[in-house]
């Protein structure tokens, strides 16, 4: 991890609390707001003088916000269950359940297109991509159709789902899983 930027702010701080420990907190956090162990980021210790030593120490218990990664605002529920995910703030068990009731994309040929397509990957796997709102789309599809996650997990005929192929996050989603 790369050590946190010591801004203006921070050596304010720190000139303010000599002989202490300067916690950076992660960016979710506003000043007033109780941190659990997982927001902070670290410290930096505060000399007797007030000033900060380069030396930070990186909190172990840590789990960055996606806000912290800059990930996108998500668009909807599933894309918010997604990046919990990735963050470690939600169990993988979690998603399961939000790509059931979620409205889901996927690629149609063109407006009478009712099928589901399937792709080798880049390894040759065969998977069925699906995408959690417009903005995931990917360009290069001719079209898209909604289908409700729980419907699309009976027509899957055993390949995985790839959830948002082309990111910022995705998701691979064996099919029995879906079915659950």
Known sequence: ????????????????????WLYVIDPVFEADDDVPPWGVVGAYP?????EI?????PNAEYR????????????????????LVRTRHLDQ???????????????????????ITAFPNHDGQ?????????????RQWPGW???KG?????????????VNPTGPITAIIPAADLLG
Do not use: H, W
């Open 46 to 50: 505060v000399d007797a003088s007030g």
């Open 64 to 83: 960055p916000s996606p806000r912290a990664l800059r990930m996108p605002l998500p668009s909807n529920d599933v894309e918010k269950v997604l990046q």
């Open 53 to 57: 030593r380069e030396t930070f120490s």
């Open 126 to 138: 065969v998977m069925v991509p699906a995408c959690t709102s417009v903005g995931r789309v990917p």
């Open 150 to 162: 729980a419907a699309l997990a009976a027509q899957l005929n055993g390949y995985p789902l790839v």
């Open 1 to 20: 991890m790369d050590q946190p930027e010591i801004t203006l702010d921070m050596r304010i701080a720190a000139r303010a609390n000599p002989g202490s």
């Open 93 to 115: 068990g979690a998603l399961l359940p939000a790509l059931r009731t979620a409205k889901l994309l996927v690629y149609a040929r063109d407006a009478r297109d009712t099928g």
């Open 145 to 147: 159709r909604e289908v």
